[in-house]
């Protein structure tokens, strides 16, 4: 397993560069300065649940709806990424009805908000496309257009934690 797992599929120059950050204490220094502001007021499932239904307003209105959006501490961030999208059927009143259910890691709330928005635009993406496929990130990229450096930004702050004495 590499020494940095959150990169592991980057190329070996771009994670020497990140080994030689980390050894020189600079990483944290770096993010700081891609992302000065601290802290963001998407606190709640609620306001998560408003955050994400804003971007569907304004990228995705004829997707299907979503039913429910919340933060959840149970996410395994290796595993699970950092987010989840699921179509969750339940039978009522003897018809079976489906509704779309987006789930993303409670760190997130620690973190600079781009990168929690690039999370839900790529859960909201899922909605369209099912697969981490051409058409899935050409959405992602439509949506926001630095979606591939948000998503190593992400990355970088996941190996920045996980070093000895660092927190979000």
Not at 21 to 38: I, S, W
Not at 83 to 99: A, D, F, I, M, P
Request: hydrophobic share 35%; with cysteine; charged share 25%.
């Amino acid at each position: 397993m590499s020494d940095l797992p959150y990169l592991r599929h980057y190329s070996d120059s771009l994670q020497q560069q990140v080994r030689q950050l980390l050894a020189d204490n600079k990483l944290g220094t770096v993010l700081q300065q891609r992302y000065p502001e601290q802290g963001h007021p998407v606190q709640t499932d609620k306001a998560l649940y408003e955050l994400t239904m804003d971007l569907k307003r304004q990228w995705l209105k004829s997707s299907e709806p979503v039913s429910k959006v919340v933060f959840d501490p149970k996410i395994h961030i290796i595993n699970n990424a950092l987010g989840t999208h699921t179509q969750v059927s339940r039978v009522q009143g003897g018809k079976l009805k489906s509704k779309n259910e987006i789930r993303v890691a409670a760190l997130l709330k620690q973190l600079p908000l781009p990168l929690l928005q690039m999370v839900v635009i790529h859960e909201l993406a899922h909605l369209r496309e099912k697969d981490h496929n051409k058409a899935f990130y050409k959405l992602c990229l439509h949506m926001e257009p630095a979606y591939h450096q948000l998503e190593l930004d992400l990355r970088l702050y996941l190996t920045l934690l996980e070093q000895p004495g660092h927190t979000p």
